[in-house]
T-cell receptor
């Protein structure tokens, strides 16, 4: 069965610090997708990144970067020079490819509540 | 482009009643998924619809059902409500499903008393 573990329930840092959110996943599939979503207090989940299992290149987008390591089944997310606006709950999620069926089912981690203090 | 719209935002129901939640996807998106979010269980997949057909279903009892209309709008229904059904219900849309990023609505917060 698929499983996503975000061991850090809550993280609190001071503004401008760097912070890394951990994500470890389990799957028997050889083809799968990993996602990160951000949930601000308003409730909607905001898509941040998608990575497929064949692409282990790290990615950087502004202050955000992601480290995908298949060998350790991890997909960690780092925010550099954090800002108060980064405060939110962050979710890591896993999806099977299921190309034949086409349907998508995300398995989410429990989320990490990130608080950036001024 | 308008985002995913869910109505109503808040609902209060009594045990045993039934409830219908509505979701309008982003224009052009044909896949609609529903998720339940609770403090204890986190985010759990309910079902996914594409072109009025349910393609995938999560591990929820038969009291939870849904449908999708020809304009891609979707509804989910929960019958015989239980206290444990209190949750934030999130709808998400994508062009085809197929592991493309999901666009989520603000959710409907259901409270069962």
């Amino acid at each position: 069965a698929q499983k996503v573990t975000q061991a850090q329930t809550e993280i609190s840092v001071v503004e401008k610090e760097d912070v890394t959110l951990d994500c470890v996943y389990e799957t028997r599939d050889t083809t799968y997708y990993l996602f990160w979503y951000k949930q601000p207090p308003s409730g909607e989940l905001v898509f941040l990144i998608r990575r497929n299992s064949f692409d282990e290149q790290n990615e950087i987008s502004g202050r955000y970067s992601w480290n995908f390591q298949k060998s350790t089944s991890s997909f960690n997310f780092t925010i550099t020079a954090s800002q108060v606006v980064d405060s939110a709950v962050y979710f890591c999620a896993l999806s099977e490819a299921r190309q034949n069926q086409g349907a998508q089912k995300l398995v989410f981690g429990q989320g990490t509540r990130l608080t950036i203090n001024p | 482009k308008a985002g995913v719209t869910q109505t109503p935002r808040y609902l209060i129901k009594t045990r045993g009643q039934q409830v219908t939640l509505s979701c309008s996807p982003i224009s052009g998106h044909r896949s609609v998924s529903w998720y339940q979010q609770t403090p204890g269980q986190g985010l759990q997949f309910l079902f996914e619809y594409f072109s009025e057909t349910q393609r995938n279903k999560g591990n929820f009892p038969g009291r939870f059902s849904g449908r999708q209309f020809s304009n891609s709008r979707s509804e989910m229904n929960v019958s015989t409500l239980e206290l444990g059904d209190s949750a934030l219900y999130l709808c998400a849309s994508s062009p085809t499903g197929r592991n493309s990023p999901l666009h989520f609505g603000n959710g409907t917060r259901l409270t069962v008393t």
